[in-house]
């Protein structure tokens, strides 16, 4: 097979790397409609919730979609090598089991618990609610793992039906490395601005937030829609006309309605 500097087969595969790994991230704005990027992943990687790569304990360090599936959460990871960026794969993660409390109310505390502003979800395997001295309940377990987070961001998650909208933009839950092996507790509301990882913080928080769209729907309800009668909601109309302009058109027009009933 003929070779040159422009044609040598390490440097196309990590071209064309590149460019898959970029037509993944959120749309361009260069004039041209973006490719579908849940229709792309799909067609090059298979469906997110098979972990076609594997399921680990914790998440892969590099990724470029994350995708909620239920009781795991599918990473698309890629690595680096020598030879480039190998082909990108989905990895699961399973996310950690909520313990119901005994008899539907939380126990106290661990007495030598660490509380935490919010812990990510890939720190641990499992947890329970339990209740702090004041009265407030946290959730509790044994940190087993550590993990940076992020201050800049993350993209929120996407899922298994295909993309929630790109300006949800979230700081990751950190894991510090000194709470290994020790209890910590932390609140069951997360600050707005952080993420934990698609753990029982952020399944409240989004419990929360449709909840709250349902009732603003409910208290929006235009009284048209509702009157059992349109013609009373005329009738109120019409009397303030003939307070302000009583031989206006609308209420002559009106008057010789009601005289023809």
Request: with cysteine; hydrophobic share 25%; glycine share 10%.
């Amino acid at each position: 097979m003929v070779t040159g500097p422009d044609i040598h087969p390490g440097k196309w595969q990590k071209k064309m790397t590149i460019l898959v790994i970029f037509l993944l991230f959120r749309g361009s704005h260069g004039g041209f409609q973006s490719p579908d990027p849940v229709a792309l992943s799909r067609a090059l990687f298979g469906s997110p919730c098979d972990c076609g790569g594997g399921t680990f304990t914790v998440r892969p360090a590099t990724y470029t979609q994350e995708v909620d599936c239920g009781e795991k959460t599918a990473y698309l990871a890629y690595r680096h090598s020598i030879t480039g960026v190998s082909k990108p794969k989905w990895e699961c993660v399973r996310k950690p089991r909520v313990i119901p409390p005994n008899g539907g109310q939380p126990g106290p505390c661990p007495s030598d618990c660490n509380y935490l502003e919010a812990l990510h979800s890939t720190c641990y395997s499992s947890t329970q609610q339990c209740s702090g001295s004041s009265g407030t309940v946290y959730l509790t377990t044994i940190q087993e793992r550590e993990y940076g987070g992020s201050t800049g961001g993350d993209w929120a998650h996407i899922t298994s039906q295909g993309l929630r909208g790109s300006t949800n933009k979230y700081a990751q839950a950190s894991c510090r490395k000194e709470n290994i092996g020790k209890n910590v507790c932390w609140p069951l509301h997360a600050p707005v601005h952080i993420s934990d990882g698609g753990g029982p913080t952020d399944q409240i928080r989004e419990h929360e937030i449709e909840a709250s769209l349902k009732n603003t729907v409910n208290i929006h309800y235009h009284q048209l829609a509702s009157s059992e009668d349109p013609t009373d909601t005329m009738e109120e109309g019409l009397q303030f006309s003939k307070l302000v302009h009583p031989e206006s058109r609308c209420s002559r027009w009106w008057r010789n309605i009601k005289d023809k009933k």
